[in-house]
């Protein structure tokens, strides 16, 4: 990995998708940023689990209007690192402050975007000659961050506080999507009680910031003793493994029979929205944060009768990342217990297959791109 400086070259390193499942390390130019966007020297990137879809079958990234393989497409999304440069008319940020890029830029000017919802951009991946609405979405239409420097619109960037590691620091992208997740269930109230299902990196950082916002009890559901333990780290109040104990029993039982107030499915198992509907009160509430292997039956009759309202996210919208990044900059919890392995830049393909190997104890493996 190369050494931290604030002078720019004219070249760097990139990773290139070529045919599925095929990286490459490239030199590509440095980009510039345009109006309203500064130049980030990357200095680390996590790897999500959201990449090896990219990387293997192509959606939801969307290059030139097609699938993004042989593109010259560079993919990672999950990323921190210094501004180096400032576009035309940036006067919010400062060349050498650390920063957490937030995914989606959106195109800004959409009815999607305007409401703050710009990771339903209405305009997603329309950024090319000929359909160019200025949409932007690191590492799945646009550029991401498997390179050494990347541009960004002034309106992703989260500050990092110097107290937080570079490897900490590609947390918060994460921990924003827990965030927008309690944000999008209606908003969570302190006292109220949650039940979290999947102890993935998701499903974690929504233990910790619902626990930081006051939620009460926090419950952690999973298969993974060790995941679970983790989560108990992070604030859970209280754990069930769902092998050993039947999870809507426990739920009802540590909640005296009422049930939780809401759910935060983190698991995309085949059962999972009928098991969460039966642990919430009656006019409870779901949210879907993580993506199923395949279509699933659900009982639409049970949402009904018992009056429960349904979300779906994708990503971490309405400056969420922001909010999860004052929380980690405060110390709240400790998102470093999520990260598990480093790896330099130029043994990304190591990273890769360890983190697609060893899945139950690397959670977030996270690449270091300069040292």
Known sequence: MKKKTLEVPEKMQAWVLG?????????????????????????????????????????PALIQGGLPFNKGFTPGHEYMGTIVKLGPGVDEFKIGERVAVEVHAGCGHCERCREGMYTSCLNYGE??????????????????????????????????????????????????????GLDSIGGLFAGEALAVTGPGPIGLMAVAVAKSLGANPVILTGTRDNRLELGKKLGADYTVNVRKQDV?????????????????????????????????????????????????EVDVAGLISSNISLFGIRGEGKSAVKRAASLINEERFDASLIHTHTFAFEDLLTALKYSRERIDDAIKVVVKVHE
């Open 248 to 296: 809507i029993e426990a739920v009802m039982e540590i909640t005296g029979g009422k049930g939780v107030n809401y759910v935060m499915e983190c698991s995309g198992a085949p059962n999972s929205i009928n098991e969460a509907a039966k642990m919430l009160k009656r006019g409870g509430k779901i949210c879907l944060a993580a993506f199923p292997n395949g279509p699933v």
């Open 19 to 59: 045919d599925p499942g095929v990286l490459t390390l490239e030199e590509k130019p440095v980009p510039k940023p345009g109006k309203y966007e500064v130049l980030v020297r990357i200095d680390a990137v996590a790897v999500c689990a959201t990449d090896f879809k990219v990387l293997d079958y192509g959606p």
């Open 127 to 180: 950024n090319y000659e000929g359909h160019d609405k200025g949409h932007r979405c690191n590492g799945f239409t646009t550029d991401g961050g498997f390179a050494e420097y990347a541009v960004n619109n002034v309106n992703t960037l989260a500050r990092v506080a110097d107290n937080v590691s570079d490897e900490t620091a590609t947390m918060i992208v994460t921990a924003g999507t827990a965030m927008y």
